[in-house]
């Protein structure tokens, strides 16, 4: 076992090489020939619909699940035959996992206890890990004395105690309601700052995914369709897949094997095709509704293809047209990004 | 699971209150009816007895044969009290987790004993027991009352894993705990309450067992319903009221033991 008395942990990265894991009787791999690096350090997210597999991929890097192919390395050393328990790595459960019959203190100890860290060294780091997750308070009570967003830190703190070289959560907040997601999103958010430990995420809501992540991994059908920074996925989808699951985007037919893709902010409203600006490529199309969404107004369009899109403005700025109005929506080459055509369905 | 246990029951209506009052009394009354018999004076049994005394149960705790009766009980029904339960334990968890074939086949088996009629087990026993020479041993009582008991505390045992979520197994293992270890600090631990029961039952069970020990007794080792029934058939007195009477109030005690602790605990 590592000697884990240091304050900071060193930062250890994940190889994740053509892992595949197949369910006798599942018509198609739930994980199909995954390759992923994880960076010392990096927060990355796995995001995608459900049953992408996400967890399944999770859950052989932790290793509940064995797998069928690939390898899975830390620092260079192949983990992917090793016991759970010899893993090291951390492990948060959507539905928290506490242990009823323990106290906070003895759930967070649990850990180091597995590690014969001496006592003293074990009651100072239990009340240092409560205290990152704020609840040196409730020391000794039983976890069902307490709610699902504090059972959820009771979980973070027990993850992270021993140092662990990455911490490993699946859909950790998706048992709260909205508020507490949010709250609890931004201290994971700290814990990582504060940490620097590798943390793996899993989740399906776009939103926490592009808010925590450095690296987003999104999950399609078992495969990973793309890996990148919120930023690359959003101006940069490399497929109609990832430009469709995150955010909002207008998809134009283009010749040959490509569509092109281009984000409803970068689109302008003309009401005559004389005034798209030179260079700028441009659509037809009718005005369908106009909602008006907290800071902005979405416009809703039908382009002459049939085809629904959108565009985003400002509030405040001044609305080019009314629903039912035509107009023609322009876009400068640069903000659109091409994608193969899907040769048939895709995701959910 | 625990925070069910802990919530108050509803309060029950006035009409069930005097129903189940009126079962448990028509259930209880002809076994507590023993109790007043066992303090009487007279030479012959009689409700209620017109003198009071406690002759009966001097001359149950003065006699060297009903004392090692009582003695060969209690050793039996705790050794089998325990024997089943780790017997029943493991196979409970082995049933609910284990993927093989033949699992039900072997739930089945494990519950016969349960269903078999007691004559039929009896007799298999003692024919068996004949040939290992276990016949009138404290040994053969002990596995046979094991073979009835185990049923019960599978029965609890399972009742208990029903109602368990074991992510907690998965996180204690990710949180660097072997296989022994979660066995020991998180599975045993959140099963007690089903294993405790299922240990009441299986004592309990040895205890107030006659069939298989008459067959296995000998003049020189008996259970205590064994010399019960023995006293009754040579000569009737009622030395044999004192000894039911002690029979029920071990039995219910035991039996309601681990309500008691339970609730004590969610008190506190
Ligand atoms: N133990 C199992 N046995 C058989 N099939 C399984 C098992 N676990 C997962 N699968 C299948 O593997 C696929 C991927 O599942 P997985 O749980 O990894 O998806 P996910 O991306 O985590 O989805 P969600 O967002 O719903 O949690 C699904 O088709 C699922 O039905
Ligand atoms: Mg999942």
Redesign the interface.
């Known amino acids: 076992?590592r000697p884990s008395t240091a304050p900071t942990s060193t930062s250890h990265g994940i190889r994740i090489s053509g892992v595949s894991k197949v369910f006798p009787g599942l018509p198609r791999p739930a994980v199909d020939d995954v390759t992923l690096d994880v960076a010392p350090g990096e927060f990355m997210t796995f995001l995608g619909p459900s049953g992408s597999g996400k967890t399944t991929t999770l859950s052989m890097i932790?290793?509940?699940t064995p797998l069928t192919a690939g390898s899975i390395c830390v620092d260079g050393e192949d983990i992917s035959r090793l016991?759970?328990?010899k893993?090291?790595?951390?492990?948060v459960?959507q539905?928290y996992?506490?242990?009823?019959?323990l106290t906070v203190t003895k759930n967070v100890a649990?850990?180091l206890q597995?590690?014969a860290v001496p006592r003293a060294d074990v009651e100072a780091r239990v009340r240092a890990a409560l205290e990152l997750v704020g609840l040196a308070d409730f020391a000794d009570r039983?976890p069902?004395q307490l709610s699902g967003g504090q059972q959820q830190r009771v979980a973070l703190a027990?993850?992270v105690v021993?140092q662990p070289r990455a911490l490993l959560m699946d859909e950790p907040l998706g048992a709260l309601d909205k508020k507490l997601r949010d709250q609890l999103r931004r201290e994971i958010a700290r814990m990582h700052r504060e940490l620097g430990m590798t943390f793996l995420f899993v989740t399906h809501d776009q939103e926490e995914a592009l808010t925590l992540s450095d690296r987003i991994a999104v999950f399609n059908n078992g495969r990973v369709e793309q890996v990148g920074t919120p930023n690359e996925l959003y101006e940069r989808p490399s497929t109609l897949f990832v430009a469709q699951f995150l955010g909002e985007s207008n998809v134009f037919a283009d010749d040959g094997a490509e569509v092109v893709v281009v984000r409803p902010e970068r689109l302008e409203l003309h009401a005559e095709p004389g005034a798209v600006p030179d260079g700028c490529r441009h659509r037809k199309a009718v005005i369908t509704d106009i909602v008006y969404v907290g800071n902005h107004h979405r416009i809703g369009l039908r382009f002459a293809d049939g085809t629904e899109g959108s565009v985003m403005r400002l509030a405040g700025t001044a609305l080019p047209a009314a629903p039912g109005e035509s107009v023609v929506a322009s876009w400068s080459p640069r903000h659109q990004a091409a994608v193969p055509r899907p040769a048939a369905t895709w995701g959910v | 699971m625990p925070s069910t246990r802990a919530g108050r029951p509803r309060s029950i209506g006035w009409g069930l209150r005097l129903w189940v009052t009126a079962v448990a009394v028509l259930l209880l009354a002809p076994t507590l009816v023993v109790i007043p018999m066992s303090f009487g004076a007279g030479q012959t049994f009689a409700f209620p007895p017109k003198e009071w005394s406690l002759r009966w149960y001097e001359e149950f705790f003065s006699s060297p044969q009903w004392m090692s009766s009582v003695v060969t009980s209690a050793q039996a029904a705790l050794l089998t009290g325990v024997l089943a339960t780790v017997i029943g334990v493991a196979a409970a968890i082995g049933l609910d987790r284990g993927r093989f074939p033949g699992r039900e086949l072997l739930r089945s088996a494990m519950m016969a004993p349960m269903i078999v009629p007691g004559i039929v087990v009896a007799v298999a026993i003692y024919g068996t027991f004949l040939r290992w020479h276990l016949n009138g041993t404290l040994l053969g009582f002990v596995l046979a009352h094991t073979v009835l008991a185990v049923p019960f505390v599978i029965t609890s045992v399972s009742t208990s894993l029903a109602g368990y979520d074991s992510t907690v197994e998965v996180a204690a293992a990710s949180l660097g705990a072997s296989g022994w270890t979660v066995l020991r600090r998180i599975t045993l631990p959140l099963l007690m309450p089903g294993i405790a029961s299922g240990f009441v039952f299986a004592f309990v069970t040895s205890l107030d067992e006659v069939v298989i020990a008459l067959f296995l007794q000998t003049p020189e080792i008996r259970t205590l319903p064994v010399q019960m029934y023995d006293s009754i058939t040579l000569e009737i007195d009622p030395t044999i009221a004192a000894a039911s009477s002690l029979i029920v109030v071990v039995t219910t005690v035991a039996l309601l033991l681990p309500q008691l602790v339970r609730r004590r605990r969610s008190e506190s």
């Open positions: 076992m932790a290793g509940f016991k759970p328990h893993r090291d790595l951390g492990v459960f539905q996992a506490l242990f009823p019959h649990f850990p597995q590690r039983l069902r027990r993850a021993y």
